[in-house]
């Protein structure tokens, strides 16, 4: 059943008397329909209230969707046409970002709590990435290597078919971006499964998707709960790969399910990122790194720097001016524009944070700031926690071993280089590592030494969409980002052509 509009976008507004809504139907074979699964509250982390109600797809939908989605990739002539031609479309969808910037970075706000200024830059992001992967099709080589033979060798990428985009609650717009966007330029159609969370801006995204001259079809948008949607994307035979973002057991399991069907997964999971201060950084940019590192997001982000190690001639110091200036961020709704740390994704997700500090009282460690829930009463009926600092505990603690995710930090002084490397590297993770230091050699020999995909000297969370991102470990599998990362969306292809004119010598004719 094709149903009609309920709230049209509205360009450009740089505030709104109302709740920006979006448009409460899936996307399936080209046509916007009532979801036909259970109807799924979304609320404002930042007061409770109700956002939307949104009628989550049902399992059969999702099995129709991604047949429809197979039959619109097949037909159309997306995966055939010229990649110049591509990248108009592509070109199209982040204008259409762009104009609607303002709104898209209101509904992120309202449904994930992060500040709009944090959304308003996601949404920049989407649309940059859009712009990106335009050019990076466009611009894309296949290979014509040096002959070995009577022959000459080229390599080409052609699409894979349908690509399952899973994603997570916390930047849903840039992690739905990183996928749609290389998963479309290599000529793909796309399912998209947001999170149960925050499923409004994925929605609102593939609206705009819609308007573009994109054929019909060729974008799914799924929303519902991992376990009944997710299960059936992951085992259905028409999905040709599976691009997921999110925690480290969904992405097993789904590396399980991909073997058995013997199709490429990109897993960009989890992370517990350690954050080194040596003896002669910058204290002042080495101190906002660390604060920006952990608590930015309300800490809710893979990349994280929740493990501190600072160097024990001046942890003492490094660590008292930390907690000052953490007890003196503001903890706030994300629409407030003095707000640093907006609240949590979901009370859920508060009351997980909130249980793993009281663990870590229990382990031994002391709570330096932090470790409750705000006492201010505007803030009694958001999901608020505060900034928190703890320290007094082992690398080996649960504390420092599993990720929070969330706003807490555990700090550990070091010794020496031995000493940091080793507790550095002492976790199942290896997403990303920050370095505070002016000493080039010293940088340059503690990046290679310690395991993580991404390191960042005298800087941190600092993200380039040219640059591949990758995880080590229990922190992923594949590539994200970059030339690369399109060619993840492609399968490679080697045609052999022959030089000779004469017959092959084989046989008694040869
Ligand atoms: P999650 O694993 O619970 O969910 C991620 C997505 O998977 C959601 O859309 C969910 O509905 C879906 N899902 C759940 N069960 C599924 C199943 N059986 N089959 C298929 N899909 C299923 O993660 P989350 O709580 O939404 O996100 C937080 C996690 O994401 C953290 O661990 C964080 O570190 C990670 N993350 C990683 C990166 C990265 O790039 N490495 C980026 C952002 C978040």
Redesign the pocket.
Known sequence: MTVTLQTSSRNSHSSFSALPQVRNAIRLGGEWVHGEGKLYTVTNPATGELVQEINQASAEQAKQAIDLAYTAWRESEWRTCYPHDRALVLHQIAGLIDDNLERLAWIQTLNTGKTLKETRALVGSAAKTFRYYAAAVETQEGTLTTQRGPWQTQTTFEPLGVVAA??????PIA?DAQKIAPALAAGNAVVV?????TPLISMALMELVTQSDLPDGLVTILPG???V???V??SHPKVSKIA????????R??AH?AAERLIPTTL????KSPTVVLEDANLEQALQGVLYGIFSSSG????AGSRLFVHQSLYREFVEELVRRTTALNIGPGTDPDTDVGPLVHTRHRDSVAAYVERARAEGGTVLCGGRVPADPALAAGSYYEPTIIEGLTNSSLTAQE?I?GPVLVCIPFADEEDLVEQANDTVFG?AAGIWTPNFFRAQRLAERIDAGTVWINTYKQFSISTP?T?FGD??LGL?KGRAGLAEYSKRKSLYWGTSEEPMSWGKHG
């Open positions: 899973i994603t997570p609650w916390n930047s992690s499964k947001p999170a149960e969370w709960k991992g376990s949607i997710g299960d994307i992951t997921f973002t999110g925690g480290t057991s969904t992405g399991r789904i399910e960009e999971l989890g992370g809710q982000s893979c990349i990720e995710f997403l991102f995880g922190s992923g994200d």
